[in-house]
């Protein structure tokens, strides 16, 4: 049984930063992509960050780039995100996903294994 367990969100000042962290069992994590998803109220889940099987491509939404990173420790079977400079925008459920597909992709119908969430405040 696949199971993606992230941690470390929480309740944040604006400008602060945070660092989510996803840990995966019951799947090859090293030949799966991984992904960063965000899902605010009433808004549609959107994609944040993705990065390749071996950690050598990674790419964001442009609204984040600059101010997050993506990481994975395949030794952990562990993704992570580094948030920088968060503002209140920011604020959701942040998901990680786990893909087949060894490059990663903006969409989340590409993505077969998804965590339960962790939810991130921003406040102003």
């Known amino acids: 049984q696949v199971q993606l367990v992230e941690s470390g969100g929480g309740l944040v000042q604006a400008g602060g930063s945070l660092s989510l962290s996803c840990a995966a069992s019951?799947?090859?994590?090293?030949?799966?992509?991984m992904a960063w998803f965000r899902q605010a109220s009433g808004k549609e889940r959107e994609f944040v960050a993705a990065?390749?099987?071996?950690?050598?491509?990674?790419f964001y939404l442009n609204s984040v780039k600059g101010r997050f990173t993506v990481s994975r420790d395949n030794a952990k079977s562990s993704v992570y995100l580094r948030m920088n400079s968060l503002n209140p925008e920011d604020t959701a459920v942040y998901y990680c996903a786990a893909s087949y597909h060894k490059y990663g992709s903006r969409s989340a119908d590409d993505y077969h294994y998804w965590g339960q969430g962790t939810q991130v405040i921003v406040s102003s």
């Open positions: 990065i390749s099987y071996n950690g050598d491509i990674t």
């Open positions: 019951g799947v090859t994590f090293s030949t799966h992509s």
